[in-house]
């Protein structure tokens, strides 16, 4: 409890802290002999602990014995400050105003039975809980880990049948008000009959329609969130969907996993590293091994390329159809292991690929020094820590085969060069794809401080 001789300014003050976000909840409560105002945020706050702690003890007693009730609360300081009300506030407490007092009734919402261990992006260190298919979840996730008066929330409905409700948050101190009007803008534009999947609403908000690389991040982990909307990024929820939406997104973003945020500097810095190496042999090795081959053999050394001429030997078919037949039996591989039931899909795509592999090599359908190349991309393209930009750079592989086939080394460069080319003339909400950072929120409340 406190008292405040002007309780209408300290209010206002909490107001304004909290901003426009759609979970405040300001409402008036009124009983016969008394009447007061409570302010909370619903998604911090647990609905029944409100009606057994405020709702209840204020309509069944009277004046006086409320007031007593009130006395009696824990954590009802009589040195309270503006700030700390504030935070109490972002901790889920209730914040009640009555007579010329305010009290704090804590109430905080605590979710543990809704939520499950993140299955994509793993993590080594670091919390292991991925977000849940309820919107309501998901904010008091996100407001656990992030409790900042600035944090926004927005909702609205998208789908002219399924009526899906969508959740914006971002940070209003960090996050560009041009940034956050032009994703209201895209969501708005959105004209579909049932929305489901982050996905399809990534694919509705994409300007270029049948662009190869992904602009916008799909997550599963609160934990990106949260690191992604201190940056002053955007992050967009659904219901009926465990992943979340965020905007802008970089390629620099896609290669990071949050492992680099909990390892120490230099093994973060190393795994970077070997992820980006990952990717070039990815997308380049099959149509390197094709160049060299078909066409400049004198690149390797006398007896590494008598040792592949020799492993070829009883192959009927040119390097190209090799390499082709062997990718594309690695991606229906991989494409089953994702139809399989779980139970039987790792053991059943493993057999399989052992057992074609070795047939194929004793049948002289291909050479042995095939299957280390397509054993070795297959590995490659799993590094990449986001699934959509692993599948743009499946895609990318392919591109720069056909052009070496057709082209040779030439064709692999020009290839290559033109790749960068694409990537840099892509942008992502007004952000160039290549951009590296944004700005913390350290740097932009610097930044703010400097300008007052």
């Not at 998208?158 to 996050?175: E, P």
């Not at 982990?221 to 929820?237: E, F, M, S, T, Y």
């Not at 056909?402 to 790749?419: A, K």
Request: charged residues 20%; proline residues 3%; positive net charge.
């Amino acid at each position: 409890m406190v008292f405040f001789k002007k309780k209408s300014d300290t209010k206002k003050w909490l107001l304004e802290q909290l901003g426009s976000s759609q979970d405040v909840v300001m409402k008036e409560i009124k009983a016969e002999d008394k009447k007061g105002e409570i302010l909370y945020i619903r998604s911090l706050c647990d609905e029944s602990k409100l009606q057994i702690f405020l709702y209840k003890p204020f309509y069944e007693t009277n004046k006086k014995q409320f007031e007593h009730y009130l006395d009696s609360l824990p954590n009802n300081e009589d040195e309270l400050t503006k700030e700390k009300l504030l935070k109490d506030i972002m901790q889920g407490s209730i914040i009640l105003f009555i007579n010329d007092y305010i009290y704090t009734v804590e109430a905080k919402k605590v979710i543990n039975n809704t939520i499950g261990e993140a299955t994509i992006e793993t993590v080594i260190q670091g919390p292991q809980n991925g977000l849940s298919e309820v919107v309501e979840t998901n904010i008091n996730l996100i407001r656990h880990r992030y409790p900042q008066a600035s944090l926004q929330l927005e909702q609205t409905n998208i789908g002219k049948l399924s009526q899906t409700k969508v959740a914006i948050m971002y940070d209003k101190d960090v996050a560009d008000e041009k940034l956050i009007k032009e994703v209201k803008k895209q969501l708005s534009k959105v004209e579909v009959d049932v929305l489901q999947s982050v996905s399809q609403l990534h694919k509705q908000m994409t300007n270029r329609k049948r662009s190869l690389f992904p602009t916008m991040m799909i997550t599963e982990r609160p934990d990106r969130i949260v690191h992604n909307l201190a940056q002053g990024k955007i992050a967009i929820i659904i219901e009926g969907s465990p992943f979340s939406l965020i905007a802008p997104a970089v390629f620099y973003d896609f290669m990071s996993s949050m492992e680099e945020v909990y390892q120490l500097y230099w093994i973060s810095r190393f795994i970077i590293v070997l992820r980006y190496i990952g990717l070039f042999i990815s997308i380049i090795l099959p149509a390197l091994y094709i160049g060299i081959i078909a066409f400049n053999p004198e690149i390797f050394r006398v007896q590494l390329a008598l040792s592949i001429a020799g492993s070829r030997l009883g192959v009927p078919y040119p390097a190209f159809l090799e390499v082709l037949f062997m990718l594309l039996m690695m991606e229906l591989l991989t494409e089953a292991s994702v139809r399989l039931p779980k139970q039987i899909g790792s053991t059943a795509t493993t057999v399989g690929g052992l057992i074609l592999g070795q047939a194929a090599v004793e049948a002289s359908l291909i050479s042995s020094v095939m299957i280390i190349i397509v054993g070795a991309v297959a590995i490659a393209n799993f590094v990449i820590p986001i699934n959509s930009m692993s599948f743009a750079m499946r895609v990318v592989k392919y591109v720069l085969l056909g052009l070496t086939v057709f082209f040779g080394m030439i064709g692999l460069v020009f290839g290559v060069i033109g790749l960068v080319i694409y990537i840099a003339n892509l942008e992502s909400f007004g952000q160039p794809y290549l951009k590296l950072f944004f700005q913390s929120r350290s740097k932009g409340a610097k930044k703010e401080a400097s300008s007052s």
